[in-house]
């Protein structure tokens, strides 16, 4: 069983570059989220999606942008990374309404901006 | 707006030493989601408990116990007779029942069980 799958698990990037993250899950789920950690400040959303072609902004969206074409899959993009960026970021899904259920979380993707 | 205070940022206990870990809330909805999720060493996240807001029946699992209070929106979690394997952050999370369900985490307790 799959269940949510991040890519890549590490990275590290220029100041400046670009990037994209994809979580994938295999559970027909609505809901997907993207989440950074840092030492400290806990999880923070950036962003999050109700269902294909819909997204919100969570806590500290600056700085990316996501996408969800298909409901499997949720990208976190960056544009232009900055050091600030340096962090490890969580996907997670869940059933949608009706089910208030729990996250399902990949193993995260950690990574490091020159 | 939702939020999670986790004020515990450490907590150190000896082995078999009884731990609670501490959650407090704030949320305008009347209906509303809790969760607990434990991250040991190795990163990944483990979910442990989910609870509604319009059920303050307390829980027990093993030597875990879960104690929610709506009345002071709190959501405490008790290790009983903590072991090694216990270390790890906890993390408190609050779900509102809106169409969007945004997730709130906070900012965790890192739990340290010494032997």
């Known amino acids: 069983n799959a269940g949510v799958t991040q890519t890549p698990k590490f990275r590290v990037l220029k100041t400046g570059q670009s990037m994209t993250l994809l979580c994938a899950q295999d559970?027909?789920?609505?809901?997907m989220y993207w989440y950074r950690q840092d030492p400290g400040m806990g999880l923070r959303l950036i962003h999050y999606s109700v269902g294909e072609g819909t997204t919100a902004k969570g806590e500290v969206p600056d700085g990316y942008n996501v996408s969800r074409l298909k409901k499997q899959n949720f990208l976190l993009g960056l544009e232009s990374a900055a050091p600030s960026q340096t962090s490890v970021y969580f996907c997670?899904?869940?059933?949608?309404?009706?089910?208030?259920?729990?996250?399902?979380f990949g193993e995260g993707s950690r990574l490091t901006v020159l | 707006a939702q939020k999670v205070t986790q004020a515990q940022t450490e907590i150190s206990v000896v082995e078999k030493e009884d731990v609670t870990l501490d959650c407090v809330y704030e949320?305008?909805?009347?209906?509303?989601?809790l969760f607990w999720y434990k991250q040991p060493p190795s990163g990944e996240l483990v979910f442990l408990i989910r609870?509604?807001?319009?059920?303050?029946q307390n829980e027990i699992s093993g030597r875990y116990s879960w104690n929610f209070q709506k009345s002071t929106s709190s959501f405490n979690f008790t290790i009983t007779a903590s072991q090694v394997v216990d270390s790890a952050v906890y993390f408190c999370?609050?779900?509102?029942?809106?169409?969007?369900?945004?997730?709130?985490f906070g900012t965790g307790t890192k739990l340290q069980v010494i032997p």
């Open positions: 609870r509604n807001s319009f059920d303050e």
């Open positions: 949320t305008r909805d009347t209906t509303y989601y």
């Open positions: 559970m027909n789920h609505e809901y």
């Open positions: 997670a899904s869940s059933h949608g309404q009706g089910w208030a259920g729990e996250l399902f």
């Open positions: 999370a609050l779900r509102d029942s809106g169409g969007y369900q945004k997730v709130t």
